[in-house]
């Protein structure tokens, strides 16, 4: 059973930084891509990041390019999202995704995580 598992989330200032944090256990994805959703209260989940199974490739939604990071380690299963100079609008529900295909970890991707908050208060 393939499991994603999501920390680092919290409460913070704007202006402030978090790394959210995402360990893969039942599926080695050293092949496969890897990404962040988030979604935010009265809203659909929405694409963030996503980085191909090499870390050579990466991909953000506009709203938060040169503010966030998204990186893996292979060795550790584990994928990263580097999150600075966090705004209120970055308030949501974060899931990590994974999927064999980089187009599709982006859109449907096979697995998701449960979730972690990210609280950003003016």
């Known amino acids: 059973q393939v499991q994603l598992v999501e920390s680092g989330g919290g409460l913070v200032q704007a202006g402030g930084s978090l790394r959210l944090s995402c360990a893969v256990s039942g599926r080695n994805v050293s092949r496969d891509a890897m990404g962040w959703f988030r979604q935010a209260p009265g809203k659909e989940r929405a694409f963030v990041a996503a980085i191909s199974w090499s870390g050579g490739s990466t991909y953000y939604t506009d709203s938060v390019k040169g503010r966030f990071t998204i990186s893996r380690d292979n060795a550790k299963n584990t994928v990263y999202l580097q999150m600075n100079s966090l705004e209120p609008e970055d308030t949501a529900v974060y899931y990590c995704?994974?999927?064999?295909?980089?187009?599709?970890?982006?859109?449907?991707?096979?697995?998701w995580g449960q979730g972690t908050q990210v609280t950003v208060s003016p």
């Open positions: 995704a994974v999927d064999s295909s980089i187009v599709l970890v982006r859109r449907r991707p096979d697995y």
